[in-house]
């Protein structure tokens, strides 16, 4: 323990910063590498903004939700070449329909992400317009995906043909329902905002639907990489 | 709830030491969601040209195509969601890290241990056989 342990810190360090070795402080001792004699929670820093908690605390639930599609993900991969006499994927895909998908869904994560700014700047028609547009992207998307499904149901390729078709329509359908509940999320967001404005959590809440529909596209993005492209290449 | 716009909850987010995810004064503007966009949409023009061509050694395909797929992840994470190596941005990138290890766990581990199980199965026939007796 070190002598300068002990001495208050700098205004304006954080003492619960992970691996926050600051300049600013003296020296080691007390927990881990932040050098602070003081347990968390009772120190000056006090606790963080509730905007960063609730923010922080949203990033953990999407980060189980990605490991919950890593299993589909792994149940996908390992049934692939299940196909029981089945069509294959490279039967099946249609690789201009996914691009467009793709497009939509790509295209609305950038839309939602003008909405944060336009609601940053307490713009509310600019955070209405771009949720709106945000919305009709997500909308599109799913009648297509909708389709999609219809027409391999119709074909005979319905999730009860091959363990191949099983994982595809859980995996791809449970990214789906995430995306139609989103799009019950973000209808609720802009009546929330046209009628309460942008009072400190109608903020809170545009920030989650902000990571929750970033996330829906990142899991897109491996979604059709590894079942689409990979799929209809092999 | 008169005022709220002009009270304190306007600079809730401006807290000095931590950053929520999706929330970062730096990245946060119209030309971070412009750049994203498209470094994105040339990753994903690349990965369905690719898969559309032969220009790649058929059996090459799928890596390549997955280190597309992590790039753009990438790119969403920073132009997207925000997440930097910014000293405010600790703890949202000690999560992402754990997640990220945990998926690779779980798809890696699958896919190795089903390889090894189809591996060691006992071909159809003679499971055929086993059934007639």
Not at chain 1, 150 to 170: T, W
Not at chain 1, 181 to 203: E, S, Y
């Amino acid at each position: 323990m070190s002598q300068a342990a002990f001495q208050a810190p700098a205004a304006d360090a954080d003492p619960y910063k992970l691996g926050g070795s600051r300049k600013l402080r003296g020296g080691g001792g007390g927990h881990g590498r932040g050098g602070h004699p003081e347990p968390t929670g009772h120190g000056e820093g006090g606790p963080a903004s509730p905007r960063v908690i609730v923010g922080y605390g949203f990033w953990i639930f999407l980060l189980s939700d990605i490991i919950m599609f890593s299993a589909f993900f792994a149940a996908y991969a390992v049934l692939e070449r299940g196909t029981a006499g089945g069509p294959t994927g490279h039967d099946l895909f249609d690789l201009k329909r996914v691009a467009i998908e793709t497009s939509f869904l790509l295209l609305s994560s950038f839309t939602c992400g003008l909405s944060n700014v336009a609601s940053d700047a307490r713009s509310k028609w600019g955070t209405e317009l771009f949720l709106l547009l945000t919305g009709l992207l997500g909308a599109a998307f799913l009648l297509l995906e909708v389709q999609e499904f219809r027409e391999m149901i119709a074909q005979g390729a319905g999730p009860e043909r091959s363990a191949f078709l099983s994982a595809f329509f859980a995996l791809v359908g449970c990214h789906g329902l995430h995306v139609f509940a989103g799009l019950l999320w973000l209808g609720t967001m802009m009546a929330q905002v046209l009628v309460k404005g942008f009072r400190p959590h109608i903020m809170h809440r545009l920030l989650c639907f902000n990571l929750f529909w970033h996330a829906l596209d990142i899991i897109w993005v491996a979604l059709f990489t590894v079942v689409y492209l990979i799929g209809a290449g092999a | 709830m008169s005022n709220v716009h002009a009270g304190s909850g306007d600079h809730e987010g401006l807290d000095r030491e931590d950053s929520a995810p999706g929330d970062s004064r730096v990245a946060k503007s119209v030309i971070a969601y412009v750049i994203g966009l498209g470094l994105a949409v040339m990753l994903t023009v690349a990965s369905f040209v690719l898969s559309g061509t032969d220009w790649l050694y058929g059996p090459s395909l799928p890596v390549a195509l997955i280190v597309l797929a992590i790039a753009q992840i990438g790119i969403h994470l920073v132009y997207f969601l925000h997440i930097t190596t910014a000293p405010d941005n600790t703890n949202n990138v000690m999560a992402l890290v754990f997640g990220v290890f945990i998926v690779f766990l779980v798809i890696g581990g699958s896919i190795w241990i089903m390889g090894h199980l189809n591996g060691n199965m006992m071909p159809a026939h003679q499971l055929g056989q086993i059934g007639g007796m």
